[in-house]
């Protein structure tokens, strides 16, 4: 095996794997607070990637071709875009649909969110139709040399801004006030209530956050995967579920690392063994791990008391 | 149910809803079959075609149901064990097509043998998935779910008079003359008869129902409730929680094989792709709409919601939206303020999903002594 192709393969699934531990931090952050499986969350993608694909070619003819702004405009105000209309539309779901159900059962939420995915899907299929939209990566298809490996600019800038967000995340849940409340809120909810946190504000900031990172994720993710239908979103949903459980759900670090192996064992495993059984390689490792360590990699096991 | 109810006064409360259940499909199956005997064209073209897979989803969300009501587990895989009874029963069929030709007895031999594969696939599952607890559950069966999926879109299964021949990712069977293709991978299975009917459904899930019934109300049910209510307890009595949720779980995936068979064998073709995590989801909200542990409702819940969409078709492009929002809104009503003291114990007992029916119903007794 040569150490290039070797090389080649693990930037690819770091960068894989940089969305889906973006992704899986929306999942996460959520379950950590409101104890939920937000499964509309992969949709909240999908609508990223379409609002960033439409401002973009909207704002591209105002330009002129191939001029600096002309490259940086559209992007920056697509993926801006995405964001805010992400974040408008995750707190407006969890107001809508999830903040009614706060004292129901988790089965009765998860069935709700599962219906909030259907309605994205099918919304979308209504306004932007069932045709396949192709996406223009927001810094270009070239690529940087580095000795004899090349890689895509979409992939940096997808590890870079990967790196960024955890940065800044975890600066903001262990430094900031707004981050100290959303711990205490995911630790005991009651207790942080009469220390006199805002409950549903912060559960509400929690779902901003991350759906705004949902949104980047849309648009780094169809960067890399140029193909946008009304059902994107639904399968790089499930899989960065499956790296925040993989992680250890409820810990952001946790969804970091449950991410980025989970982008390079997918990259390998359709490498070397077989792209028809990638996927299932994948969740074959899962359940290992989870066989192995029952509360994910970096998950805490809770011991039942009697 | 209230005039059956005074009539059967005399019997136990479980021995009347199973009745009563039993009572309400056989109505069902008797008047959709004076309906399509009697009437010209039958009940319409639009619910013939549905009666066969209103069958199999009613079989699977009594079969779910006895996992996520009964035994307290949420899966998201089942879709698993309806594709790997689909597969096997539906090639099981077409390769004895010549040993025994009477259609309704290869019908019922496929699904024995979908059932027995399913049947031992969830025992070797069971193994690994019951260990864990909640949402660990839920995803191992999920990945489950989508594994099985990877795996049989790359199985290619042949048979010719020289016996059975399989390959796997590619298709390598070389088969005689006069031998057919059972597993075509990607392309799924292509039956060379639809032997699926109507009145072999109703019989499934009349089987399904005397099952789980039985079950429910047996010392084996009363264990397996035991260790959902409360683990601890139950393994302090001596119940082995492992060994009574690995029944259910078993019989379970058994009864999930048979409604893929049943449903493979009215189709003309089907695809590994087609039992994939959002038919999972489907028949969960099929179980959670009709009641946790509640078998006529998971009954109700699986015909109504099946014919909801077709009947939907009206508002064309809309249907799926309007189906989407009838969902929202219905999981919102029934969980409005007066059943949310009931739903906030649940949660400070730390149970977070199990059993909402029978519990609901001593709550609402409670209401009515009042």
């Known amino acids: 095996m040569d150490i290039t192709v070797i090389l080649d393969y693990l930037i690819r699934g770091l960068s894989l794997g940089s969305v889906y531990a973006i992704i899986a931090l929306g999942y996460t952050m959520v379950y950590g607070i409101a104890k939920m499986l937000n499964f509309a969350h992969g949709d909240v993608?999908?609508?990223?990637?379409?609002?960033?694909?439409?401002?973009?070619?909207?704002?591209?003819?105002?330009?002129?071709?191939?001029?600096?702004?002309?490259?940086?405009?559209?992007?920056?105000?697509?993926?801006?875009?995405?964001?805010?209309?992400?974040?408008?539309?995750?707190?407006?779901?969890?107001?809508?649909?999830?903040?009614?159900?706060?004292?129901?059962?988790?089965?009765?939420?998860?069935?709700?969110?599962?219906?909030?995915?259907?309605?994205?899907?099918?919304?979308?299929?209504?306004?932007?139709?069932?045709?396949?939209?192709?996406?223009?990566?927001?810094?270009?298809?070239?690529?940087?040399?580095?000795?004899?490996?090349?890689?895509?600019?979409?992939?940096?800038?997808?590890?870079?801004?990967?790196?960024?967000?955890?940065?800044?995340?975890?600066?903001?849940?262990?430094?900031?006030?707004?981050?100290?409340?959303?711990?205490?809120?995911?630790?005991?909810?009651?207790?942080?209530?009469?220390?006199?946190?805002?409950?549903?504000?912060?559960?509400?900031?929690?779902?901003?956050?991350?759906?705004?990172?949902?949104?980047?994720?849309?648009?780094?993710?169809?960067?890399?995967?140029?193909?946008?239908?009304?059902?994107?979103?639904?399968?790089?949903?499930?899989?960065?579920?499956?790296?925040?459980?993989?992680?250890?759900?409820?810990?952001?670090?946790?969804?970091?690392?449950?991410?980025?192996?989970?982008?390079?064992?997918?990259?390998?495993?359709?490498?070397?063994?077989?792209?028809?059984?990638?996927?299932?390689?994948?969740?074959?490792?899962?359940?290992?791990?989870?066989?192995?360590?029952?509360?994910?990699?970096?998950?805490?096991?809770?011991?039942?008391?009697? | 149910m209230s005039n059956m109810g005074k009539r059967l006064t005399g019997m136990k409360r479980s021995t009347r809803t199973s009745m009563a259940t039993y009572g309400m499909v056989i109505l069902a199956y008797i008047v959709i079959q004076l309906i399509r005997g009697l009437r010209d064209g039958g009940v319409g073209p639009l619910l013939e075609g549905q009666l066969i897979p209103i069958c199999a989803y009613v079989t699977m969300a009594l079969a779910l149901n006895l996992v996520v009501g009964i035994s307290g587990e949420l899966s998201l895989g089942h879709a698993g064990f309806m594709s790997i009874g689909a597969f096997a029963g539906c090639s099981m069929a077409m390769g004895l097509e010549s040993v025994i030709p009477a259609a309704p007895l290869r019908l019922a031999a496929a699904m024995v043998f979908g059932a027995a594969v399913a049947a031992v696939l969830g025992f070797l599952i069971g193994i690994p998935v019951l260990r864990l607890n909640g949402d660990y559950l839920a995803i191992v069966t999920l990945a489950f779910g989508e594994i099985i999926k990877g795996v049989v879109t790359n199985i290619y299964l042949g048979l010719d008079s020289a016996g059975l021949h399989f390959s796997f990712l590619t298709n390598g069977n070389e088969l005689l003359d006069g031998g057919k293709e059972l597993i075509k991978g990607p392309v799924g299975v292509m039956n060379s008869e639809r032997i699926s009917t109507f009145t072999a459904g109703f019989i499934l899930v009349m089987i399904a129902l005397i099952v789980i019934f039985n079950l429910v109300n047996s010392r084996t049910g009363r264990a397996i409730m035991a260790a959902r209510d409360n683990r601890i307890a139950a393994e302090s009595v001596g119940i082995s929680v492992t060994k009574y949720k690995m029944i259910a779980f078993a019989t379970s995936a058994a009864l999930a094989g048979a409604a893929g068979t049943l449903y493979g064998c009215s189709q003309v073709t089907f695809v590994a792709t087609k039992f994939d995590f959002n038919t999972s989801i489907l028949i969960l909200v099929f179980v959670v709409l009709g009641g946790l542990g509640n078998m006529w409702g998971s009954v109700i819940a699986a015909a109504a919601l099946t014919i909801l969409p077709e009947a939907l078709r009206q508002f064309q492009d809309y249907r799926m939206l309007v189906y989407a929002i009838v969902l929202i809104l219905v999981m919102l009503a029934t969980n409005n303020p007066t059943l949310q003291s009931f739903f906030a114990r649940l949660f400070r007992r730390g149970g977070d999903d199990d059993d909402a029916a029978p519990r609901k119903g001593k709550l609402s007794r409670k209401e009515a002594a009042r």
């Open chain 1, 45 to 306: 993608i999908m609508v990223g990637g379409y609002i960033c694909f439409f401002s973009m070619s909207g704002l591209s003819s105002h330009f002129e071709e191939g001029s600096v702004a002309a490259m940086v405009v559209p992007a920056v105000a697509g993926t801006l875009a995405a964001m805010v209309v992400c974040t408008v539309l995750g707190v407006t779901i969890e107001r809508l649909a999830y903040k009614p159900l706060r004292q129901a059962s988790s089965l009765a939420v998860l069935i709700t969110a599962i219906g909030v995915s259907y309605f994205l899907q099918n919304a979308a299929l209504l306004l932007w139709s069932a045709n396949p939209k192709v996406f223009t990566p927001v810094v270009g298809r070239g690529s940087l040399q580095v000795g004899p490996l090349s890689i895509s600019y979409v992939t940096l800038l997808t590890i870079a801004v990967c790196i960024v967000i955890m940065i800044a995340l975890t600066t903001f849940t262990s430094r900031g006030k707004m981050g100290k409340a959303m711990r205490a809120v995911s630790e005991d909810k009651g207790a942080a209530q009469l220390m006199g946190i805002n409950v549903n504000a912060t559960i509400s900031l929690t779902f901003a956050i991350g759906s705004a990172l949902a949104g980047i994720a849309g648009v780094l993710f169809m960067s890399a995967y140029p193909t946008l239908t009304p059902t994107t979103g639904s399968m790089p949903g499930i899989k960065a579920f499956t790296a925040a459980v993989f992680g250890g759900i409820g810990s952001i670090p946790g969804a970091l690392l449950g991410g980025l192996l989970l982008g390079i064992i997918e990259i390998f495993a359709g490498a070397y063994i077989s792209t028809q059984l990638q996927n299932a390689i994948v969740f074959a490792v899962l359940i290992v791990v989870l066989v192995v360590r029952p509360a994910g990699l970096l998950g805490k096991t809770i011991r039942e008391k009697v």
